[in-house]
C-alpha cells in the first residue's frame, strides 16, 4: 500500500523549533519530487517548500527561506522540513505530497497533514 505518513507536528511557542517528517511506504521517496504544503484556516493550501527527486535541489516559499530547510535521508525514505524561528503565523496543518517535479503542480501522493500550532 502507498502511503505518506507525516509526523513531528505540535505546539510550540513563537521562536521555537520543529522538525517535519515524511515517511513513504510502498514506494521510493527519491523518485519522486517531495513538497510541503500548508493550510490555515480559512486560506488555500500553499506550497512551502519542495525538493527535487534524484537530486539536493530545493525550492522554497519566500515565507520559509531562511527559517525553514528541506532534506532527504534516502536510507530511511523519508523527507524532513526543519522549520526555526517559527511565527504564528506558521500555524497550519502541514501535509507533504510526491509528485514528478517541483513545483509540484501535479500531485502522485499526498499525505494526511500534521498540525503545526506556534502559540505563546
Known amino acids: 500500500q502507498v502511503q505518506l505518513v507525516e509526523s513531528g507536528g505540535g505546539l510550540v511557542q513563537p521562536g521555537g523549533s520543529l522538525r517535519l517528517s515524511c515517511a513513504g511506504s510502498?514506494?521510493?521517496?527519491?523518485?519522486?519530487?517531495i513538497a510541503w504544503f500548508r493550510q490555515a484556516p480559512g486560506e488555500e493550501r500553499k506550497e512551502v517548500s519542495c525538493?527535487?527527486?534524484?537530486?539536493?535541489?530545493?525550492g522554497y516559499a519566500d515565507s520559509a527561506k531562511g527559517r525553514f530547510t528541506i532534506s532527504r535521508d534516502n536510507a530511511k525514505n523519508t523527507v524532513y522540513l526543519q522549520m526555526n524561528s517559527l511565527k504564528p503565523g506558521d500555524t497550519a496543518l502541514y501535509y507533504c505530497a510526491a509528485g514528478p517535479s517541483c513545483p509540484l503542480f501535479l500531485i502522485d501522493y499526498w499525505g494526511q497533514g500534521t498540525q503545526v500550532t506556534v502559540s505563546s
Open positions: 510502498g514506494f521510493t521517496l527519491d523518485n519522486y519530487a
Open positions: 525538493i527535487s527527486r534524484r537530486t539536493e535541489s530545493t
